[in-house]
Every structure is written in C-alpha cells, then in structure tokens.
C-alpha cells in the first residue's frame, strides 16, 4: 500500500467553523484524516466533533466507546460523531484518526476514530467510535465540524491521505 497527503488544511486567526475537504479523487482506495484541534467553546470540558459527507446531514449512526480516566461510557447514536476536542480553556489540542475503507464503493460507507483529549494535565480522556454512513455515492466531499456556535481555534489542522492498496500487504510514504 502506499499513502499519500491530499490536503492539509490549518484553521487561520478567528477560528473556523468547519474544516471541509472538496473534490476528493477516486484516486485511492481507502482515506485517512489526522486532526488536531480544539474547539472555541470556554463552558465545558469537550465538545463532540461530527463528519459529514457529501454535504449528507443523514443517514448516520455510530457505536462509541469513552473513557476518562475514572469512567467509561458507551452508546449508539444517530448522527455524525467521530471524535471529541477540548474546550478553549484548556488550552490543549486532542488528537484523532479517522479511517474511512472503500469510500468510491457503491454500498454504504463505514468510519472508525480514534482519539484523546486532555484537560490542561487535569485529566484526560479517550475515545473511540465505529461508524456508518447509508449514502451509496462515492466520498467526494468531507466536512468536520463542531456544534454551532464554536468553531475550531486557530492552528487547528486536518491531513486528508489516500491509501492506495498494494499486491504485495506493504506500506510506503510518499
């Protein structure tokens, strides 16, 4: 397999409300999103981050796994979520990965994250979620975003790659 940077996109000063990759080739076979980022909420402690695809708010639903440290949590939902950011007070980006296989196939489109978010050396917490998505078109368009009203502070950033499946099960970087 080979892996190659699509995009990368770095949220400029006053912030942004969503982080949106266009024109996606069919070019790969799966794609991957590196996010770093937080968000410009100053009230609590993190805030759930959501994708959307091809400008589809429907047609979601994901099991979560959470844990804090001190407790776990885990639920289906119906929407979009993939990952969690800490809150601007904390002054701490979390970190995720997304995983999307197979997203040119005519069937529906499954996702998978994983990430971690501190509280300021006050806490931490991890997450990880299955996703899948109904839409049967190919994935040419990615959205992130959190709950309005916040946006992603500056220096917030997401990486698109392409992965390109290999005959022979290796890995390279280009």
């Known amino acids: 397999m080979s892996m190659k940077v699509i995009e990368h996109i770095e949220v400029g000063s006053g912030g942004a409300a969503e982080i949106e990759f266009t024109s996606i080739s069919g070019d790969y076979t799966d794609l991957m ?10 009230g609590t402690s993190v805030d759930n981050v959501f994708i959307e695809f091809n400008g589809s708010g429907s047609g979601y639903s994901n099991r979560y796994l959470i844990g804090t440290g001190s407790a776990v949590a ?3 939902q119906t929407d979009g979520f993939f990952a969690q950011v800490g809150e601007a007070l904390t002054n701490a980006f979390a970190n995720t990965s997304v995983y999307i296989p197979n997203y040119t196939s005519g069937v529906a489109k499954s996702y998978s994250s994983d990430s971690v978010s501190e509280y300021n050396g006050t806490a931490a917490r991890q997450a990880i979620v299955a996703g899948l998505w109904t839409g049967t078109a190919a994935i040419t368009s ?30 390279t970087v280009s």
Do not use: R
Request: aromatic content about 12%; overall charge negative.
């Open 33 to 42: 999103i590196l996010l770093s980022a937080q968000s410009s909420n100053s």
């Open 74 to 76: 885990s639920d289906p």
């Open 142 to 171: 990615i959205k992130l975003y959190v709950i309005s009203p916040y946006d992603f502070v500056q220096y917030s950033s997401a990486t698109l790659y392409g992965i390109t499946a290999g005959s022979d099960g290796t890995t």
